[in-house]
Nanobody
Framework: QVQLQESGGGLVQAGDSLRLSCASSGRTSSPYPMGWFRQAPGKEREFVAAVLYGGASLRYADSVKGRFTVSRDNAKSTVYLQMNILKPEDTAVYYC????????????????WGQGTQVTVST
């Protein structure tokens, strides 16, 4: 079992930056690909970014490319999402996820999910 806990969300203005963290516990020695998803009110959950165990970023959603950066520190069992130039449309609950395979992660069928952290971007 793996437990995931997100932190770092908050209320910011358009153009500001935030860094989300996802701390994992449990079977953290497993080389899970990990990623970030988000869900805005009234919308389906969508993929944001994924990172491999070795630290190489795998993919970003087109809507965040060039603004968001995903990284991980395996020594701290933590994954990060640096979000720059935030826009009101980035407002959502952000979830951290871990999956046994990259394919499962990208499909959103992760094995483990965090509880989410709210990010609100005002104009």
């Amino acid at each position: 079992q793996v437990q995931l806990q997100e932190s770092g969300g908050g209320l910011v203005q358009a153009g500001d930056s935030l860094r989300l963290s996802c701390a994992s516990s449990g079977r953290t020695s497993s080389p899970y690909p990990m990623g970030w998803f988000r869900q805005a009110p009234g919308k389906e959950r969508e993929f944001v970014a994924a990172v491999l165990y070795g630290g190489a970023s795998l993919r970003y959603a087109d809507s965040v490319k060039g603004r968001f950066t995903v990284s991980r520190d395996n020594a701290k069992s933590t994954v990060y999402l640096q979000m720059n130039i935030l826009k009101p449309e980035d407002t959502a609950v952000y979830y951290c996820a871990a999956a046994g395979t990259i394919a499962a992660l990208l499909k959103g069928t992760a094995d483990y999910w965090g509880q989410g952290t709210q990010v609100t971007v005002s104009t």
